[in-house]
């Protein structure tokens, strides 16, 4: 009798702990409107994502969600706008993840802790292209034609990329001119007009590489991009950095955790969906497809990043 009476209070008590860790995990809702902040003008790969994973996530969850550009300095407007409103889950905005790991660095507007970090969408495929009629296959081509005398002009559209050039360029023992554009395009558009004979491009070289029109010298990612899979990387050039980049979905700091895994799940849940509209979009503009990393994890992982880009502007300083 007294062995049943505890194996009924055990059993009891799983029934109070299942109940508990019901409550405690149960969906989270949103009180009202969720607005999802666009840290990009309209028209872009993040426009485009943010507005088909709205309208998605809408149609699976009831979640009304109403999408708003907020463009300006590679996302950082968008960024020092949402640190200042409540930690509610009612507003969320998108943005790459240098916007936090890199841009915030010294930087009175933002900074990393300002920020509860839900979860990526996709990642880029970013590295430098020229045109194909250069006849430049890889950064060695690149580095004969400047020891030549050919003058080098490199598109750039942010901060990092700029940075990123100068990094390659003392590697390789190159000078190249900066032009900063505007947008991830910029690079492609530069080198269709001919204003610039270097680029980086994210991924909105596709279509003209696919063509035939551009070429991809060295992957700025771990490892070759998916258009060029036996091609250099950085790393084969010595330079150990990666200057990829990843679409971060975030919120104002002190988001609650029901409220960010809840937001990170139905994320999720469209993007593993391989015949929805966002997952079809990720998959042909950033393939091979969605690159889900989500809460803590997301948060060390940047966190990562942050140190490295540290280290890379103290180093180059120097």
Request: proline share 3%; charged share 20%; hydrophobic share 45%.
């Amino acid at each position: 009798m007294k062995n049943l009476s505890i194996k009924l209070i055990i059993a009891f008590m799983g029934i109070v702990i299942v109940l508990s860790s019901g409550q405690v995990f149960a969906d989270w809702n949103p009180s009202g409107p969720i607005t999802l902040l666009i840290g990009f003008g309209p028209g872009g790969g993040t426009d485009t994502q943010a507005r088909a994973l709205a309208k998605e996530i809408e149609a699976s969850k009831g979640w009304r969600i109403i999408p708003k550009n907020m463009a300006g300095a590679g996302g950082a407007v968008m960024a020092a706008y949402l640190k200042k409103q409540t930690a509610d889950g009612l507003i969320v905005g998108l943005a790459l993840d240098t916007t936090f790991s890199f841009a915030s660095i010294d930087n009175d507007g933002i900074a990393f802790e300002d920020f509860s970090y839900i979860t990526t969408t996709a990642a880029s495929q970013t590295g430098v292209i020229a045109r194909a009629d250069s006849g430049w296959k890889t950064m060695d081509d690149v580095v004969k034609a400047a020891r030549s005398g050919t003058k080098l002009v490199w598109t750039n559209y942010s901060a990092q990329t700029q940075l990123a050039s100068e990094v390659i360029a003392r590697k390789l023992g190159i000078n190249v001119n900066h032009v900063r554009g505007k947008g991830g395009k910029a690079g492609v558009n530069s080198l269709v007009a001919q204003d610039a004979n270097l680029a980086w491009g994210g991924g909105a070289q596709r279509g003209l590489v696919a063509a035939g029109e551009l070429s991809i010298l060295v992957s700025a990612e771990a490892k070759p991009l998916v258009q060029n899979p036996t091609g250099q990387t950085l790393k084969d050039l010595g330079i150990p950095q990666t200057f990829g980049f990843k679409f971060v979905l975030v919120a104002p700091a002190g988001l609650a955790i029901e409220a960010r895994d809840s937001i990170a799940k139905a994320v999720a849940e469209i993007l593993t969906d391989q015949n929805s509209e966002t997952a079809r979009f990720i998959a042909k503009q950033y393939p091979p497809k969605a690159v889900i990393i989500a809460g803590d994890d997301l948060k060390r992982m940047l966190e990562s990043q942050l140190a490295a880009n540290k280290k890379m502007l103290d180093d180059f300083s120097k």
